[in-house]
């Protein structure tokens, strides 16, 4: 039966004028209509992929609507408290005369920050200090994939209304990743509700751990410090306020703290987390000279200005990791290598000072899940 | 030990059964035009023959790639699964424990909950972190 089956498929594949017309018409439709075809198939790609941004924003929104209401508002007025936030933006400042940028850039940083901690306590007011902080970067992840979503609608409904290339080629060749950045900031959202270290906790987490139980105070806005002795040199150790979702003003603790001093300062180390290159191992820690902080430029300029007045030597200690890494769960590998970002220190402690001198270290980054004194509460 | 499954959907039996049958249809065309080609070839049609052999392998390249696609939406499911864990040391003896994340666990809390087993000492929380499975690691 198949024998006969095969003979007859076998007859049918002869090559007549038939085919050959099939053939030219065909040729000839995808000569002028190739590219619309195109164009639909990279439109329905973007479709999918906004269908998964919008499942990403909606379920970030209703997490973050579930935990906001446990804090004394009811389900109804958070949604509604949070909707009148969406969107929120800020305008970067003016750098065609870049005179004052970087001061009118913290000026509006601080701005964002006071209205964003104002809101929290309006719609969390029974939430205590440590939770809101949580609850604010819980909801800026939301924020930015509703940003992200926003974006990429703008260009798939552009694309789709002008069917212009163009527009929906650029937006189709990003998608992988701009579903990769998204997914980042749908799992940080769980990480900041539970309380648990991210990435970006390493530095402060280096910190705690060489603050080894001493009692910290707070040095500048949300940033604790506490004296201790590092290979006999006086370490002065700096971390943001934990254990809520702060990065504090470390420039300006520094900045406080070196001026206090009159600049008898030895050695400032900077600990902080750092974008690894594609192929780097991660959790790789890597030194180099200058101030390791990732912040938008207000709190590093503070730091350079006053290293360079004192001509304090600026040591930078990274711990390599995915940017998407920085933002959610912190990995196995990163929590591990602490041990050698002591060692680390140690050395450059070591090599760099003599005994008796001042040392300031610098655990830079967001201290969610990181407490400010080894077993100072339970 | 908890684990989070991070809201990826798990694909349904349908979806499986889908490529599974797809899988199959396509492999059976593809012996059918293996078998053609050969015939072709044994009757001295150069022309039809290797036209069916070239068909016959093009369909067993798909059949892989389907096979392909079925175990990796099978995978990124099985990849998605990662464990909080939280590390304590006890304060006395310096003894290390492993258990899963608790809502409250914070790094340098002292756990009133947590004694250790061999002294009884309140134990320190020295690390929180996400314990990513080999397989996903490898392929990250």
Same mark, same amino acid.
């Given at each position: 039966?198949?024998?006969?089956?095969?003979?007859?498929?076998?007859?049918?594949?002869?090559?007549?004028?038939?085919?050959?017309?099939?053939?030219?018409?065909?040729?000839?439709?995808?000569?002028f209509y190739a590219s619309k075809l195109q164009a639909q198939l990279w439109i329905n790609?973007?479709?999918?992929?906004?269908?998964?941004?919008?499942?990403?924003?909606?379920?970030?929104?209703?997490?973050?609507?579930?935990?906001?209401?446990?804090?004394?508002r009811s389900r109804e007025e958070v949604e509604s408290l949070f909707k009148r936030i969406k969107g929120f933006f800020v305008i970067q400042p003016v750098t065609l005369d870049p005179f004052g940028a970087v001061k009118r850039l913290e000026h509006l940083l601080e701005s964002s920050r006071d209205h964003l901690n104002k809101f929290m306590?309006?719609?969390?007011?029974?939430?205590?200090?440590?939770?809101?902080?949580?609850?604010?970067?819980?909801?800026?992840?939301?924020?930015?994939?509703?940003?992200?979503?926003?974006?990429?609608?703008?260009?798939?409904?552009l694309g789709r209304r002008t069917q212009n290339l163009i527009y929906i080629a650029q937006i189709q060749m990003l998608l992988p990743e701009i579903l990769r950045i998204a997914k980042a900031y749908w799992k940080a959202g769980?990480?900041?509700?539970?309380?648990?270290?991210?990435?970006?906790?390493?530095?402060?987490?280096?910190?705690? @751990?060489?603050?080894?139980?001493?009692?910290?105070? *707070? +040095?500048? $806005?949300?940033?604790?410090? #506490?004296?201790?002795?590092?290979?006999?040199?006086?370490?002065?150790?700096?971390?943001?306020?934990?254990?809520?979702?702060?990065?504090?003003?470390?420039?300006v603790a520094i900045e406080r703290i070196v001026e206090g001093r009159e600049g008898d300062v030895s050695l400032i180390i900077m600990i902080d987390a750092a974008a690894k290159l594609e192929g780097e191992p991660t959790a790789e820690v890597v030194e180099g000279i200058g101030a390791a902080i990732g912040d938008p430029g207000p709190e590093k300029l503070r730091i350079e200005e006053v290293a360079t007045k004192y001509r304090i030597p600026l040591h930078a200690i990274a711990i390599k990791e995915d940017p998407l890494d920085a933002i959610t769960?912190? @990995?196995?590998?990163?929590?591990?290598?602490?041990? *050698? +970002?002591? $060692?680390?220190?140690?050395? #450059?402690?070591?090599?760099?000072t003599l005994p008796g001198d001042f040392v300031l270290i610098a655990g830079i980054g967001n201290t969610v899940g990181v407490g400010n004194r080894m077993g100072g509460a339970s | 030990m908890s684990s989070e499954s991070n809201g990826k959907k798990r694909a349904t039996t349908g979806f499986y059964l889908f490529w599974v049958a797809s899988m199959v249809g396509i492999v059976l065309i593809s012996i059918l035009f293996?078998?053609?080609?050969?015939?072709?070839?044994?009757?001295?049609?150069?022309?039809?023959?290797?036209l069916n052999i070239v068909m016959g392998v093009a369909g067993?390249?798909?059949?892989?790639?389907?096979?392909?696609?079925?175990?990796?939406?099978?995978?990124?499911?099985?990849?998605?699964?990662?464990?909080?864990?939280?590390?304590?040391?006890?304060?006395?003896?310096?003894?290390?424990?492993?258990?899963?994340f608790r809502?409250?666990?914070?790094?340098?809390?002292?756990?009133?909950?947590?004694?250790?087993?061999?002294?009884?000492?309140?134990?320190?929380?020295?690390?929180?972190?996400?314990?990513?499975?080999k397989k996903a690691k490898e392929k990250a």
């Open positions: 039966m198949i024998q006969a089956l095969g003979m007859k498929l076998m007859q049918t594949n002869q090559s007549d004028w038939f085919s050959w017309i099939f053939f030219l018409i065909f040729i000839t439709i995808m000569q790609e973007i479709r999918k992929a906004l269908a998964k941004l919008e499942e990403y924003t909606n379920d970030a929104t209703k997490k973050f609507v579930e935990e906001a209401s446990k804090y004394g306590l309006e719609i969390a007011p029974k939430a205590d200090e440590w939770k809101r902080s949580n609850l604010r970067d819980q909801m800026a992840g939301v924020l930015a994939l509703d940003m992200i979503y926003r974006i990429v609608r703008h260009y798939f409904i769980e990480a900041f509700r539970r309380g648990i270290p991210i990435g970006d906790s390493i530095g402060p987490m280096v910190a705690l @751990r060489l603050m080894n139980g001493a009692e910290p105070r *707070e +040095v500048a $806005e949300k940033i604790v410090g #506490a004296e201790v002795d590092i290979e006999g040199r006086r370490a002065f150790v700096i971390k943001a306020k934990g254990p809520g979702s702060e990065v504090g003003r470390p420039g769960t912190m @990995r196995e590998e990163i929590a591990r290598s602490v041990d *050698e +970002v002591i $060692e680390r220190v140690k050395m #450059a402690v070591r090599s760099k | 293996f078998y053609m080609g050969i015939s072709s070839l044994q009757e001295g049609n150069t022309t039809d023959a290797i067993m390249g798909i059949a892989v790639k389907v096979a392909y696609d079925m175990a990796k939406a099978r995978l990124a499911y099985q990849e998605e699964q990662q464990e909080i864990l939280t590390e304590l040391h006890c304060t006395s003896c310096g003894r290390k424990m492993l258990r899963a809502e409250g666990d914070f790094v340098g809390r002292l756990s009133d909950q947590d004694k250790c087993p061999k002294c009884g000492a309140p134990m320190l929380v020295v690390s929180i972190f996400a314990k990513i499975p």
